[in-house]
């Protein structure tokens, strides 16, 4: 199953490993299980310190397709219910790495927290093996696991448990079950899962668990490309530098094909994300990754509060937090995530196959994911809320072409309607004839743009009734010594190769500013 080159890399990784781990496999029949030992198998063979054990361990282990890492005889809380290959391959070869020693890619103060939770937390992720999203959830969750004894997750891959996913109506992944109840639904990041573990968990470090940086020149607020930018700037005029990120990448992690960033032919979000990366590890750059801003507090020299609690002091600020997905705003929407309503064409799209689908917004986006949806799912209705669609000629073209699309225009979508738990139609006004109009289907992919993330800064900078950061044009805002770039700001045309300039620029204009404040 696993090719010479794929087992000669795996070799390379694990010969470093300090601690021997076993996979354990549960026994039993089921059609899948020679071909997951085969795979396991396979994956042991490339170190004499990873093993291979077949028992009945059915206290912990689900099913005979189900296995546990076990490290110095003792299940360390990850467990793999599937054959972990696809976009999860990734997550089982990082959990065989840290069991056996590998540091792990979390911030300190976020360890500290996570590792002073003191309640039972058992986790299922239940993911499709197509979904890009997933191993991000299921990595950050194994990475909880090994920080605390608390904590346990499984990876459960719903293409091989129909009668669960039926029997908890799930319709999207990644979803996440904590204790046996719903706990997060759809696209999650790492930041977002431990704020809400916290809810679940409250910690309270005392004063000296607190992590505390010198004052900085420059602290950034967001990781994506006009962060990366601002901060390789920085860093390169010779300041002290923190990047405060959810994530790096930013909305670039999620985009498929990247084909108009010049110099670059061709990419994809993936790649250009462990770009930036590679590229801001040439410099001293301090990072916080995974972690939110709360708040920030103007002055001569700013603070900036983050959710794990620390404080950062800076005498300059450059905002580069980017957008979200925009949502629709009517009933049943939110109540409706993972349950038909998604935002992902990408992830949920195999979930519907043979189904009727809506897409909601007939820009580049709504045309791009009806077009990936057409080949999916048995039919798919744009509903535009204009007379007609905003999207490129080229890919409007392209949408008409297929026989299994339909386009309803001047549509008000005002209800997502769902039966027993999942969705069943979309009401809608024609704003033309003002009638009322109800559409069968059994998902709903909301595509209607962005949002900008700028709340936490209520009342620090001015913003447009849209909430994007008023900037000049070497991107001051209103308030002395903080800057902005990127689709946070009223920049127009959110662009890639736009968002790297603005960074650059903003950076700029920072230590312009430092230099003439004497700072």
């Not at 795996?10 to 549960?26: G, S």
């Not at 744009?382 to 386009?407: C, S």
């Not at 289907?441 to 909430?467: A, C, D, H, W, Y």
């Not at 127009?492 to 620029?505: D, H, L, N, R, T």
Request: glycine residues 8%; negative net charge.
């Amino acid at each position: 199953m696993l090719s010479n080159d794929i087992l000669k890399a795996l070799k390379a990784y694990t010969e470093d490993m300090t601690n021997d781990v076993t996979l354990v496999l549960q026994t039993g029949e089921h059609p899948k299980r020679q071909e997951l030992k085969e795979f396991l198998t396979q994956v042991c063979s490339v170190s004499s310190q990873l093993h291979i054990e077949e028992r009945d361990a059915s206290e912990v282990l689900r099913s005979p397709i189900s296995f546990g890492l076990e490290v110095d005889g003792t299940f360390n809380g990850i467990f793999f219910s599937g054959i972990p290959s696809g976009h999860e391959f990734n997550s089982l070869i990082l959990a065989i790495l840290q069991s056996a020693g590998t540091d792990l890619k979390l911030d300190k103060q976020l360890m500290r927290l996570i590792q002073n939770v003191d309640k039972k937390l058992n986790f299922e992720v239940f993911i499709s093996l197509s979904c890009h999203n997933c191993p991000d959830v299921v990595q950050a969750l194994n990475q909880f696991a090994l920080l605390n004894e608390n904590i346990s997750t499984e990876m459960i891959d719903g293409g091989l448990y129909p009668e669960l996913i039926e029997q908890r109506n799930i319709q999207g992944v990644p979803s996440v079950y904590l204790n046996g109840e719903v706990f997060a639904n759809g696209k999650i990041d790492t930041a977002q899962l431990v704020d809400k573990l916290l809810k679940v968990a409250p910690v309270e470090l005392s004063a000296d668990q607190q992590d505390a940086l010198p004052l900085q020149d420059v602290t950034i607020i967001g990781g994506g490309p006009a962060g990366v930018a601002a901060a390789i700037y920085s860093a390169r005029k010779g300041l002290a530098v923190t990047m405060v990120a959810d994530r790096i990448g930013g909305q670039v992690k999620d985009t498929v094909d990247i084909e108009n960033l010049i110099s670059v032919s061709k990419t994809t979000g993936t790649e250009l994300t462990n770009n930036m990366l590679a590229h801001m590890n040439d410099y001293e750059i301090t990072r916080k990754e995974h972690l939110r801003v709360d708040k920030v507090e103007k002055g001569k020299i700013k603070k900036v509060y983050l959710s794990s609690g620390e404080v950062i002091e800076t005498k300059s600020l450059i905002i580069a937090t980017g957008a979200k997905w925009r949502q629709l705003g009517v009933p049943g929407e939110v109540e409706n995530i993972g349950n038909g309503v998604a935002y992902c064409p990408h992830c949920d799209g195999p979930f519907f196959k043979g189904k009727d689908v809506a897409v909601i917004g007939g820009g580049n986006s709504g045309v791009e994911a009806a077009l990936d949806l057409a080949g999916m799912v048995r039919s798919v209705t744009v509903f535009e809320f204009l007379p007609e669609l905003k999207a490129d000629k080229i890919l409007v073209e392209k949408l008409y072409e297929r026989k299994n699309v339909n386009v309803i225009t001047n549509a008000a979508t005002s209800e997502i309607v769902a039966t027993n738990g999942k969705v069943s139609s979309i009401k809608y006004i024609d704003r033309e004839t003002e009638t009322n109009h109800e559409v069968e289907l059994s998902g709903v992919f909301v595509q209607i743009g962005l949002l900008p993330n700028s709340e936490f800064l209520n009342g620090t900078v001015e913003r447009t009734k849209f909430g994007e950061i008023i900037i000049d044009e070497k991107g001051q805002t209103s308030e002395q010594g903080i800057f902005a770039c990127g689709d946070v700001t009223t920049v127009p045309y959110k662009q890639i190769v736009i968002s790297m300039g603005e960074g650059a620029k903003a950076s700029l204009s920072a230590f312009d500013y430092l230099i003439r404040e004497g700072l």
